[in-house]
């Protein structure tokens, strides 16, 4: 177990965005990443009410640590999401039916999503409320960063608008695919690659300076 | 809604909406089991099992909340009871099969959190399916899960014995396959609706 730090550093927050970016890089809550998708604005709601849900629940988990029996830890915090899920739930419904619709059965999934509780194991409930939350807020910043990478490619290739503007006229032809479920696998295995390259060849230049040094 | 006949839910959930390729769920056991034949197939009858399971529960439990108006307390319900029908599944292959139970390892737990069953209780619940019908839907979303996770594993079997250039290794290289079957799932869409 990793013992308890109890400074917050710039790092604590940056963790999330980059370097343990929970879809990129550590490959959690796929589902809500490749379903909701399809455009912009869909991908920046299902983004910012992951968030709230990350924050709240984590914030609580941080706060009750001490309280919670280890043996039902995982069903508490599982109780604990699902009441915040059904909190975003009826407040999407309440503000705008149309994006309640388009998401659809996708907001009630967030209860499931693997980063959520994920973060809960790995972090709320070993650190310190402030910590947390600082933490938390860095994870939801680059989920739905990850989140609006995949909606903005989409929906430029699939559709020819970004947040619902027209980007090229009446002559651009669509490619419909990319709408479609297979247009999100793609769309993401084709990020992690171009990810994967740039690592690869960052790692290759400091080996020849490394060398070069020598 | 509801009047749907029995073999129409079922390819419908098999092939024209698979849950995996097509509605996007349960895709980190998708991703992350189906490297090897041997494991993906416990996987998938762990996971048909715990649809089953879950499934039948959940229409129960949603007459006792329409029964007595506590629709908003549906969520908590439903994954209480998969939780409960995950260590279920967890003991009994810890009792008679430990050797399964070691290599699926972290996943076993995880199904919990695979939104294929939760989202299975869900569409069950909005579709207004009456018993058999929900019995066979789960049946259905089953069989289109092991078909996936199958598929694919067969798929990075094979891969496996071809060279690759170094940044295609890891999870870049199976997200592409999983976007050719699901394209190659695509042809089947006029059988449902």
Known sequence: MIKEKPTITWETFTEGLWRENPVFVMLLGMCPVLAVTNSAINALAMGLATTFVLLASGTLI??????????????????IIATFVTIVDYTIQAISLDLYNALGAFIQLIVVNCMILGRAEAYASRNRP????????????????????????????????????DLFGPRFEPWVVMLLPPGGFLVLGAWLLLFEWMKQRKER?????????R | ??????????????????FVLALFLGLCPFLGVSGKLNTALPMGLATMFVMLVSSVCAYLINLVLVTFEIEFLRLIAYIAVIASAVQLVEMTLKKFTPGLFRS?????????????????????????????????YALGAGTGFM??????????????????????????????????LS???MGFAGLGG
Request: glycine share 10%; hydrophobic share 55%; proline share 2%.
């Open chain 1, 130 to 165: 402030l910590k947390a939350i600082v933490n938390g807020i860095g994870m939801g910043i680059g989920f739905t960063f990850a989140l609006l990478c995949l909606g903005v490619v989409r929906e430029i290739l699939g559709a020819g608008t970004l947040f619902g503007l």
């Open chain 1, 62 to 79: 941080s706060l009750l640590r001490h309280n919670i029996p280890k043996q039902v830890r995982i069903a508490t915090y599982i109780v």
């Open chain 2, 104 to 136: 699926l390892g972290i996943f076993l737990p995880l199904i919990t959190t695979n939104c294929a069953i939760l989202g299975l209780a869900l569409f069950q619940t909005f579709k207004e399916y009456d018993f058999l019908q929900s019995l066979v």
């Open chain 2, 147 to 180: 078909l996936a996770i199958l598929l694919m594993a067969g798929l990075r079997e094979k891969l496996e014995l071809s060279t690759m250039p170094t940044i295609t290794q890891g999870a870049a290289v199976s997200l592409i396959l999983g976007g050719l």
């Open chain 2, 183 to 185: 394209l190659s799932f």
């Open chain 2, 1 to 18: 809604m509801g009047t749907e006949t029995l073999s129409f839910i079922f390819l419908n959930a098999v092939l024209a909406n698979n």
């Open chain 1, 205 to 213: 230049a400091e080996l020849e300076a490394a060398a070069e040094t």
